[in-house]
């Protein structure tokens, strides 16, 4: 197979080739021993993300600029050893970047779609990582079975509704760390009632970038309140309860939770995820 080749994308729907966009200067830095497996989940995302409608097909061409590096930027607000819940997961970002930087950290990816479920599943299987579970589900439906240091966030909600999702995930004390954009002073300000009501304390904006500079996020940051509010669970970890499925349901034959098994089965979904 010619360079060009194996460069290509796959095929979409309209028959058109899909880009695949080269590690920019840096990124080997910022990702040190995880390089490798970096540039395998790009491709992942770009190829079988695109193909399955996980990842748009222009965002083939700016993946590591757009989305890794933007989501690597946080490792460093996140305690090596944490638990970490990761709401509305997604194609696994910031996730599943962030596993990659923090190896001795947990990980829990929520997502509630059924196929990004999958896709997800199979991200964890392929790149090999004991540090992430999948849990299909509703953060909301989550409060009080998943109990987290650092409850992480892209493009999921404003920060008002956002903040109603994550604080019922979090330990008293712990973090929201939420990748937003230009516009995250003006949606903390709006939220600041919402989070005051939620007993939210110390939430700011921050400009993260690593030694380097080759990554950068925006992040809103802000602490969940001291006292465990009514209906939070006294979970130790962020893994999953009796009763709690990880991945997608499959029939009762999906991967056990805290464990990084086998291929989910591509469930039926009743929310459209499917």
Excluded at 19 to 35: L, N
Aim: proline share 7%.
């Amino acid at each position: 197979m010619s360079q060009e080749d194996e460069t290509a994308g796959p095929a979409t729907a309209d028959g058109l080739l899909t880009a695949i966009e080269s590690p920019p200067a840096g990124a080997a830095a910022v990702f040190g021993a995880a390089m490798p497996l970096a540039e395998k989940y790009a491709e992942l995302l770009a190829r079988a993300g695109v193909e399955r409608g996980i990842v748009g097909p222009a965002e083939a061409e700016r993946i590591w600029d757009r989305h890794l590096l933007n989501c690597a930027a946080i490792a460093r607000l996140i305690p090596a050893k944490a638990a970490v819940v990761d709401v509305g997961s997604g194609a696994g970002l910031p996730g599943i970047v962030l596993a990659l930087l923090l190896p001795s950290a947990q990980f829990t990816l929520v997502e509630s779609m059924a196929r990004r479920a999958v896709f997800l599943e199979e991200c964890v299987q392929d790149l090999g990582l004991p540090n992430v579970q999948v849990v299909r589900g509703r953060a909301e439906e989550l409060a009080g079975h998943l109990a987290a240091d650092v409850v992480t966030s892209r493009a999921v909600a404003p920060l008002d509704k956002l903040a109603g999702m994550c604080v019922g995930l979090i330990r008293p004390g712990g973090k929201v760390l939420a990748i937003k954009g230009a516009s995250a002073e003006a949606e903390l300000t709006r939220a600041r009632p919402v989070l005051a009501r939620l007993g939210v304390t110390d939430a700011r904006v921050l400009e993260v970038a690593s030694a380097n500079d080759a990554a950068t996020a925006t992040v809103v940051v802000f602490t969940a309140a001291g006292e465990r509010r009514p209906g939070q669970g006294r979970g130790r970890d962020a893994r999953p309860q009796a009763g709690l499925r990880s991945g997608p349901p499959d029939g009762g034959h999906g991967r056990a939770p805290g464990r990084s098994g086998g291929r989910a089965s591509r469930p039926n979904s009743r929310r459209g995820g499917g």
